[in-house]
């Protein structure tokens, strides 16, 4: 039992002792084993492995390619087109304007009242909008002159080479002491 505040070490809550994880299992093996074969085993126990634990059969000239090309004609083969994905995400995945007003509900700190038209501008991904940019990442640059960011545009328009001031969680227009250039 666990008392109060305590939690579980990560490796306890794993599971069972020495089991494998099911990604290692059913992905990284199957895939280390296909890769490991078609880069170094004879094109006899290529197909051999291939026609044994996958199920798959490829044309005999197949096996006479390159071992990029073999690799890849092989990977497609057993793991198929990426329609799959593609279709998940088309499901499960919001747009971008779909997403954004509640996007901009949780990362906007500041007054979110709906007739503001700041707050409109942001929840419909206006262009012509001011620019409002959620950075999520800033990289210094070499010379430690700057920061090139990475973000997501709420409203407005940004163009490569345009310079932005980026704004701290804890400015304020009357100190901007929690800004940069």
Same mark, same amino acid.
């Given at each position: 039992?666990l008392?109060?505040?305590?939690?579980?070490? !990560? !490796?306890?809550?794993? =599971?069972?002792?020495?089991?494998?994880?099911?990604? *290692?299992?059913?992905?990284?093996e199957?895939?280390?084993?296909?890769?490991?074969?078609?880069?170094?085993?004879?094109?006899?126990? +290529?197909?051999?492995?291939?026609?044994?634990?996958?199920?798959?059969?490829?044309?005999?000239?197949?096996?006479?390619?390159?071992?990029?090309?073999?690799?890849?004609? *092989?990977?497609?083969?057993?793991?198929?087109?990426?329609?799959?994905? +593609?279709?998940?995400l088309?499901?499960?995945?919001?747009?971008?304007?779909?997403?954004?007003?509640?996007?901009?509900?949780?990362?906007?700190? =500041?007054?979110?009242?709906?007739?503001?038209?700041? +707050?409109?501008?942001?929840?419909?991904?206006?262009?012509?909008?001011?620019?409002?940019?959620? *950075?999520?990442?800033? %990289?210094?640059?070499n010379?430690?002159?700057? %920061?090139?960011?990475? =973000?997501r545009?709420?409203?407005?328009?940004?163009?490569? =080479?345009?310079? *932005?001031?980026?704004?701290?969680?804890? %400015?304020t227009?009357?100190?901007?002491?929690?800004?940069?250039?």
């Amino acid at each position: 039992p666990l008392s109060a505040g305590a939690s579980r070490p !990560a !490796a306890a809550a794993a =599971g069972c002792a020495g089991a494998d994880r099911s990604f *290692v299992t059913f992905i990284l093996e199957p895939l280390y084993k296909l890769t490991s074969a078609v880069v170094g085993e004879h094109p006899k126990t +290529i197909e051999r492995l291939l026609g044994d634990d996958f199920g798959i059969h490829l044309k005999s000239s197949a096996y006479s390619q390159d071992v990029k090309p073999l690799l890849k004609e *092989v990977c497609s083969k057993v793991f198929g087109s990426a329609t799959g994905i +593609i279709d998940m995400l088309v499901q499960h995945v919001p747009s971008s304007k779909e997403a954004t007003a509640a996007k901009v509900a949780r990362l906007y700190t =500041g007054p979110q009242d709906p007739n503001s038209p700041l +707050i409109q501008f942001m929840a419909g991904c206006s262009r012509t909008g001011p620019l409002v940019l959620h *950075v999520a990442k800033l %990289f210094p640059k070499n010379d430690a002159s700057g %920061f090139d960011a990475y =973000g997501r545009i709420f409203s407005g328009t940004l163009r490569p =080479g345009d310079e *932005v001031r980026v704004l701290g969680e804890g %400015f304020t227009p009357d100190d901007d002491e929690d800004s940069g250039d």
